[in-house]
Nanobody, 130 residues
Framework: QVQLVESGGGLVQAGGSLRLSCAAS????????MGWFRQAPGKEREFVAS????????QYADFVKGRFTASRDEAKNLAFLYMGNLKPEDTAVYYC???????????????????????WGPGTQVTVSS
């Protein structure tokens, strides 16, 4: 069983930055496709970013392009989401997710769908003040 845990969330002023981390217990997850999603109060969970199993292809939602960067540290089995130039509308709970049993969905182009990912962390709160 794979367990994911996010960290690095917090309160930041608009224009500031944060780096979220995603760690996993169990088997190595870093070589599977993984995604970052967020959910604001009263809204559906939405896609933020993803990375393929090779770590050389990333996808981003339009509203974070140029501001957020997904990366990973293979040696430490960690994934990261750097968030820069944060805006109040970025306030949400952020989740990392791994696509292992469902990885074919990722490679078929469904990297932005929640059902593409079969393991999820509990989320970390990011609050951006104006």
């Amino acid at each position: 069983q794979v367990q994911l845990v996010e960290s690095g969330g917090g309160l930041v002023q608009a224009g500031g930055s944060l780096r979220l981390s995603c760690a996993a217990s169990g088997r190595t997850f870093i070589y599977y496709p993984m995604g970052w999603f967020r959910q604001a109060p009263g809204k559906e969970r939405e896609f933020v970013a993803s990375m393929n199993g090779g770590g050389d292809v990333t996808q981003y939602a339009d509203f974070v392009k140029g501001r957020f960067t997904a990366s990973r540290d293979e040696a430490k089995n960690l994934a990261f989401l750097y968030m820069g130039n944060l805006k109040p509308e970025d306030t949400a709970v952020y989740y990392c997710a791994s696509s292992q049993g469902t990885f074919r969905k990722y490679y078929s182009g469904d990297y932005y769908r929640t059902e593409t990912y079969d393991y999820w962390g509990p989320g970390t709160q990011v609050t951006v003040s104006s």
